[in-house]
Each structure stands twice: as structure tokens, then as C-alpha cells.
């Protein structure tokens, strides 16, 4: 029996997230899936009641379970609170202690929705690429991570960016092997050029791949110049391989490419234990919390249902479901369903439910 663990959180999170849970229902329903489902807090939601954004609790169902599904955290009511209470620190905690270090970003454009991209449809349709961001070191986490008391009155703040060989090695190696699922190209964004850490990054990542990999096709390319490919011609990508920071910010910036920050799933995958086959996984939507739009039941639940299917393929090795899922969500949008954010001249406008209904009607047709 696979054992679920559900984190709605802040915003838009539980909406999107009851949602996901309708549809993970109909895959126990009808689909053999033995799944069982519990829920905890997490981020603001959490510090109102327990005081704290990540409270152990929650780490340890979360270490628990086979894996997590999450919804989202933050909102504007937690802006002024000291940086260890703020929401999103329930979200790192998360990743640290279950060493997720893989996080994997598909970028893909969903033919329906060609024209709601700020680029012209001919520059995104038929976009499918990965990002794979390293997601547990560099300055997202590297000590010492402060603001001091300087003698003339200043203050001073630091960040620390670091990487170690095995943490580049490691994640490496997730991006060449899904590049053979894949296109076999990698891309490994880094900045040699000025950080000390880029010139490592770009040393482990070529020995890593004629080494192990070197049927995949690899290139290197500064970040920058990533970033500006991206909106360029982001079709020239299969998989980019970059660190923390750098992926958190392409990573949004491939989103937008598609048009439709609201469609994107993300998964985040720990080490597999080599005894026992279990690896660590929490998956989410890309984008955040949406204060702005949360409790109304307009929210785009594609994101986090995508992600059930991303959950499917790499913690529950049903790839036909997964298939199935994306099939399904794809058949809606053809069929016209929109919510709000991705509402278009002519089609269907839809809240949360008419979006799942619609989506649960899919898969009843499709299966
Ligand atoms: C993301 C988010 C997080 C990050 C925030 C919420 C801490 O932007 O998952 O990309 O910066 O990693
Ligand atoms: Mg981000």
C-alpha cells in the first residue's frame, strides 16, 4: 500500500491540492492504485497553529511516506516574520532533511495553449525540455549565511555559495540519465567565468560525462547567456543541468515560456537506497500560493495534478497511469476547459472543480 503524505499549506495551495486528491481517488478507485492518504502543516498555515513553518512532525510523516505531495506556501500576512518562521522555510527544511537534492522542472508547451505565451507560438510550440536544478546546497544553503553588526554602523550580510564534487557528481548524473530517456542533450548552465564554484561545477560535470555518459551529447553554457537563450530560442534545449539559485530563477523563466506558469509540475527526488529501493520524494506545483486569488475556487489545479502524475512515473513506477493523466489533461484543454489564468477568446471558462470534473470525465473516457 503506497502511503501519501499531503501538505496543502498556504494560499491557493489547498485548493489545487483537494483537487489533486479527487484525482488520485479515482486512480484508487479504478485503477488498482493502493494508495492511503494523511495530511499535516506546513508553512504559514503551520506557524499560526504550531508556531513554526516546519514543525518535526511533519518531517517525520514526510520521511515517512512514500511521498509528498505539496501545495504551496507563503503569503503577504507573513511577510514581517524573522527569516527561520517565514512560510517558505517549511519548504526548505523539507528538502534538506529528506535530501532532495534532484529537482526535476519539465518546461513543456501544451499545444492548446501555444498563444498564451509572451513569445510568439512558432518560438514555443512543441517545447518540452527539463530543467534539473540542484536543490539541497550552493547559497540556498551554504553557511555562514548572516547579517552582522559592522564597528562603523553598518551592517553586513552574507551568503554562502557552495558545492562539493559528489554534490555536483550526483546531480549530474540525474540529468545525463534522463537525457537517454529523452533527447540525450544536456546543457550544464553554471558561471566559470566568475565564480569558483562554476569552475568546479563545469570540471565534475565533463569527467562525469565522459566517464559514465558520453553517448549523451553535452554542452556547456554560462547562465546568463541560459537565460537569454531561453526566450531566444528555447527549443534548442533538452535538459539543462544547473545549480540552486541558477535553476530556481531559469526555472521560472522557462515557465513563463510556456506560457502558462499555472500548468507546471515539478518532483524532487532524494538518493534511492540501494537496500531497500525507497526514495525519498515530495512533489509540487511550480508556481507559489497566489494570496491574491486563494479561497475563491478559481485556482488552476493542472500544476499540482501534473505533479500527481510526475508522482506516478518516478515514486510509483506507473508510467501507464502518468501517461494517462497527461493524456487526460490535455484532452481538457483541447476540449476548451480554461480557469482564469489561461482563459482564452472562445473557450470554456472554468473554476477549480469544473477543471477536476472535467479532467475526472478525461480519464473515465480515455481509460
Ligand atoms: C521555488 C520557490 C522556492 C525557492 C521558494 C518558495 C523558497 O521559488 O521552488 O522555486 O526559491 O526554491
Ligand atoms: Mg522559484
Same mark, same amino acid.
Given at each position: 500500500?503506497?502511503?501519501?503524505?499531503?501538505?496543502?499549506?498556504?494560499?491557493?495551495?489547498?485548493?489545487?491540492?483537494?483537487?489533486?486528491?479527487?484525482?488520485? *481517488?479515482?486512480? /484508487?478507485?479504478?485503477?488498482?492504485?493502493?494508495?492511503?492518504?494523511?495530511?499535516?502543516?506546513?508553512?504559514?498555515?503551520?506557524?499560526?497553529?504550531?508556531?513554526?513553518?516546519?514543525?518535526?512532525?511533519?518531517?517525520?510523516?514526510?520521511?515517512?511516506?512514500?511521498?509528498?505531495?505539496?501545495?504551496?506556501?507563503?503569503?503577504?500576512?507573513?511577510?514581517?516574520?524573522?527569516?527561520?518562521?517565514?512560510?517558505?522555510? *517549511?519548504?526548505?527544511?523539507?528538502?534538506?532533511?529528506?535530501?532532495?537534492?534532484?529537482?526535476?522542472?519539465?518546461?513543456?508547451?501544451?499545444?492548446?495553449?501555444?498563444?498564451?505565451?509572451?513569445?510568439?507560438?512558432?518560438?514555443?510550440?512543441?517545447?518540452?525540455?527539463?530543467? %534539473?536544478?540542484?536543490?539541497?546546497?550552493? %547559497?540556498?544553503?551554504?553557511?555562514?549565511?548572516?547579517?552582522?553588526?559592522?564597528?562603523?554602523?553598518?551592517?553586513?550580510?552574507?551568503?554562502?555559495?557552495?558545492?562539493?564534487?559528489?554534490?555536483?557528481?550526483?546531480?549530474?548524473?540525474?540529468?545525463?540519465?534522463?537525457?537517454?530517456?529523452?533527447?540525450?542533450?544536456?546543457?550544464?548552465?553554471?558561471?566559470?567565468? %566568475?565564480?569558483?564554484?562554476?569552475?568546479?561545477?563545469?570540471?565534475?560535470?565533463?569527467?562525469?560525462?565522459?566517464?559514465?555518459?558520453?553517448?549523451?551529447?553535452? /554542452?556547456?553554457?554560462?547562465?546568463?547567456?541560459?537565460?537569454?537563450?531561453? %526566450?531566444?530560442?528555447?527549443?534548442?534545449?533538452?535538459?539543462?543541468?544547473?545549480?540552486?539559485?541558477?535553476?530556481?530563477?531559469?526555472?521560472?523563466?522557462?515557465?513563463?515560456?510556456?506560457?502558462?506558469? *499555472?500548468?507546471?509540475?515539478?518532483?524532487?527526488?532524494?538518493?534511492?537506497?540501494?537496500?531497500?529501493?525507497?526514495?525519498?520524494?515530495?512533489?509540487?506545483?511550480?508556481?507559489?500560493?497566489?494570496?491574491?486569488?486563494?479561497?475563491?475556487?478559481?485556482?488552476?489545479?493542472?500544476?499540482?495534478?501534473?505533479?500527481?502524475?510526475?508522482?506516478?512515473?518516478?515514486?510509483?513506477?506507473?508510467?501507464?497511469?502518468?501517461?494517462?493523466?497527461?493524456?487526460?489533461?490535455?484532452?481538457?484543454?483541447?476540449?476548451?476547459?480554461?480557469?482564469?489564468?489561461?482563459?482564452?477568446?472562445?473557450?470554456?471558462?472554468?473554476?477549480?472543480?469544473?477543471?477536476?470534473?472535467?479532467?475526472?470525465?478525461?480519464?473515465?473516457?480515455?481509460?
Amino acid at each position: 500500500m503506497a502511503h501519501i503524505l499531503l501538505l496543502p499549506g498556504d494560499g491557493i495551495g489547498p485548493e489545487v491540492l483537494d483537487a489533486t486528491s479527487r484525482v488520485l *481517488g479515482w486512480f /484508487t478507485q479504478n485503477r488498482n492504485f493502493a494508495a492511503s492518504t494523511e495530511t499535516a502543516l506546513v508553512g504559514g498555515t503551520a506557524f499560526e497553529t504550531l508556531g513554526t513553518p516546519a514543525p518535526d512532525e511533519t518531517i517525520a510523516k514526510a520521511k515517512a511516506a512514500d511521498a509528498v505531495l505539496f501545495g504551496a506556501v507563503g503569503g503577504p500576512q507573513w511577510d514581517g516574520l524573522a527569516f527561520d518562521k517565514k512560510p517558505e522555510r *517549511g519548504l526548505l527544511r523539507l528538502r534538506k532533511d529528506l535530501e532532495l537534492f534532484a529537482n526535476l522542472r519539465p518546461a513543456l508547451c501544451f499545444d492548446a495553449l501555444k498563444d498564451a505565451s509572451s513569445l510568439r507560438p512558432e518560438i514555443v510550440a512543441g517545447l518540452d525540455i527539463l530543467i %534539473v536544478r540542484e536543490l539541497t546546497g550552493g %547559497v540556498y544553503f551554504g553557511e555562514p549565511k548572516e547579517i552582522t553588526d559592522l564597528p562603523d554602523g553598518q551592517k553586513r550580510a552574507v551568503d554562502t555559495q557552495v558545492y562539493t564534487t559528489s554534490e555536483i557528481e550526483r546531480i549530474a548524473r540525474v540529468a545525463f540519465e534522463l537525457a537517454r530517456l529523452r533527447g540525450k542533450r544536456v546543457a550544464s548552465a553554471e558561471k566559470s567565468n %566568475v565564480m569558483v564554484t562554476g569552475v568546479l561545477w563545469r570540471q565534475v560535470v565533463t569527467r562525469v560525462h565522459a566517464a559514465e555518459f558520453s553517448d549523451v551529447e553535452l /554542452t556547456h553554457i554560462l547562465a546568463d547567456n541560459c537565460a537569454m537563450q531561453l %526566450v531566444r530560442n528555447p527549443k534548442q534545449f533538452d535538459v539543462i543541468v544547473t545549480d540552486n539559485l541558477f535553476g530556481d530563477i531559469l526555472s521560472d523563466e522557462a515557465a513563463q515560456a510556456t506560457g502558462s506558469i *499555472g500548468m507546471l509540475p515539478s518532483a524532487s527526488l532524494g538518493a534511492k537506497d540501494p537496500a531497500t529501493g525507497k526514495q525519498a520524494s515530495l512533489y509540487e506545483p511550480v508556481h507559489g500560493s497566489a494570496p491574491d486569488s486563494a479561497g475563491q475556487g478559481l485556482a488552476n489545479p493542472i500544476a499540482c495534478i501534473l505533479s500527481l502524475a510526475m508522482a506516478l512515473r518516478y515514486s510509483f513506477a506507473r508510467v501507464d497511469d502518468a501517461v494517462l493523466l497527461e493524456k487526460a489533461v490535455e484532452r481538457v484543454l483541447a476540449e476548451g476547459y480554461r480557469t482564469g489564468d489561461i482563459m482564452q477568446d472562445g473557450m470554456t471558462k472554468v473554476g477549480t472543480d469544473g477543471m477536476t470534473d472535467a479532467i475526472l470525465k478525461a480519464l473515465a473516457a480515455l481509460s
